[in-house]
């Protein structure tokens, strides 16, 4: 991991603040329907490894282009949508922060395993996006 | 396929299918000013040719997201980020999306030099765009 640390309170990593991915959030029974594989290139396929069957991974090629998890009724009212996802190196302190700045909280922060550790906020005008702690970001 | 290596690094170029931009449609000023204190991006201004402005999110000069007022149709709803796919060409995709039952919300049309996208909803709800790009606007992270 690069030492480099540029931003904010010396708290972002290098890669701070830019996208880490995007996930496609849909309801349970509509999982891996949307036709997305088809509609992105010829090449997606869903994968279901290595993160389980609550995880699907588009990959466009050999290369990871994307995932799809089912919306539980637990997450409450989320229609689907695409999630964006970027990374900081300290998911808690950028939760704290968003808070303080006037943010939402619609997912607190816990812990993928093997992944990181995330949060889902929401900006005080109502947008929203993700945030993840990589456990192995990329060079 | 491992976890290690589902996450992009830097990268130069968005072969189709690959998500290669986002933006937040919303109110920019209040939003450029959370999204800056909380992830320390800067922002290039960039004019657009409808009158509206295009904020280029940055970290150390790296374009890495835009902010950008809601258009017109959905003013008053709430903002959202979109995700925005490569595709070789955004006509073909966006007739391609409609025959697999999806819904165009913005008929393919041409973002000044940059490209050519269309705003698509899939059957299931979501939305994402479509980008056959001309030139590449750097998304580089």
């Known amino acids: 991991m690069p030492s480099f640390r540029c931003g904010v309170e010396g708290s972002l990593w290098r890669r701070a603040g830019k996208s880490a991915r995007n996930a496609l959030l849909e309801r349970a029974d509509d999982e891996g329907s949307s036709g997305g594989g088809s509609i992105l290139h010829g090449n997606v396929r869903l994968e279901t490894e290595p993160f389980g069957d609550s995880y699907n991974v588009f990959m466009n090629g050999e290369r990871p282009a994307g995932g799809v998890l089912g919306i539980d009724e637990e997450m409450g009212p989320v229609p689907p949508n695409w999630s964006v996802y970027f990374y900081v190196d300290d998911c808690d302190a950028i939760h704290e922060r968003a808070v303080a700045l006037g943010g939402s909280i619609h997912m607190p922060p816990m812990d993928y395993p093997e992944v990181g550790r995330g949060c889902v906020l929401g900006d005080p005008q109502g947008g929203t996006f993700a945030v993840i702690k990589l456990v192995s970001p990329p060079d | 396929m491992t976890k290690e290596n589902f996450y992009d690094g830097d990268r130069s170029e968005y072969p189709a299918g690959t998500f290669c931009w986002i933006d937040l449609a919303t109110d920019p000023g209040a939003a450029k000013s959370f999204y800056g204190e909380l992830l320390g991006w800067d922002y290039l201004v960039v004019p657009t040719d409808v009158g509206t402005t295009y904020n280029l999110a940055t970290i150390e000069a790296r374009q890495v997201a835009a902010i950008c007022p809601l258009p017109e149709e959905r003013a008053g709803r709430p903002p959202y980020w979109l995700s925005h796919v490569s595709v070789a060409n955004a ?40 980008w056959g790009r001309r030139i590449t606007l750097a998304p580089r992270w």
Request: proline content about 5%; hydrophobic content about 50%; aromatic content about 4%.
């Open chain 2, 91 to 130: 006509d073909e995709a966006a007739t391609k999306a409609v025959d697999l039952g999806g819904t165009l919300l913005m008929e393919p049309f041409d973002v000044m030099t940059a490209g050519r996208i269309s705003v698509i909803q899939d059957p299931t709800g979501a939305l994402f765009s479509v």
